[in-house]
């Protein structure tokens, strides 16, 4: 997760609002034995979902 907070320049708060820890911790038996940028675009893919289903709720 540090490595996706430094590729994203955002603040683990902002990651965490969007992407609950149960689900990051969820993605590391799949993720652990991958190339990071797997990891990076399967959190990209979760945070733009979720950012883009709460503005949607406004």
């Known amino acids: 997760m540090a490595c996706y907070q430094w590729e994203t320049s955002m ?8 992407i609950p820890i149960k689900e990051v911790m969820a993605l590391y038996s ?20 979720a ?3 709460g503005e949607s709720m406004m």
Request: charged share 25%; glycine share 4%.
């Open 11 to 18: 603040t683990f708060a902002e990651i965490l609002q969007y």
């Open 30 to 49: 799949p993720y652990h034995e991958m190339d990071i940028r797997q990891f990076v675009d399967k959190m990209n893919t979760l945070y733009q979902t």
């Open 51 to 53: 950012k883009g289903a």
